[in-house]
């Protein structure tokens, strides 16, 4: 497994950006589909948006529409998650998830390895 620490979460107003960062460690991150979820407070987590290994397949939950881009260097053993426009909806708790299978779906169960989170809240 790699384990997996996130950062670049933080306080920022709406209609505003913000990029987290999770790094990897452990030669086998390459190998790793990525994906990062999010719990708001009461509610369960939720996926976010996935990427595959090799970075040439990504999907997203529909609730980003289009303010969201998953990216990843895996020279740096890095995946991004570059947000904007943010909403106060957005608020939550991110969290990285990489997963060493193949075929994967948008859910927690799916993703073995898991960060502390990082959590970012959008004000109104």
């Known amino acids: 497994q790699v384990q997996l620490v996130e950062s670049g979460g933080g306080l920022v107003q709406a209609g505003n950006s913000l990029r987290l960062s999770c790094a990897a460690s452990?030669?086998?991150?390459?190998?790793?589909?990525m994906a990062w979820f999010r719990q708001a407070p009461g509610k369960e987590r939720d996926f976010v948006a996935a990427?595959?290994?090799?970075?040439?397949?990504?999907s997203y939950a529909d609730f980003v529409e289009g303010r969201f881009t998953i990216s990843r260097d895996n020279a740096k053993n890095t995946v991004y998650l570059q947000m904007m426009r943010l909403k106060p909806e957005d608020t939550a708790v991110y969290y990285c998830?990489?997963?060493?299978?193949?075929?994967?779906?948008?859910?927690?169960?799916?993703?073995?390895?898991w960060g502390q989170g990082t959590q970012v809240t959008v004000s109104s």
């Open positions: 452990g030669r086998t991150f390459s190998t790793y589909a």
């Open positions: 998830a990489g997963t060493a299978r193949s075929y994967y779906r948008p859910r927690e169960g799916d993703f073995g390895s």
């Open positions: 990427i595959s290994w090799s970075g040439g397949s990504t």
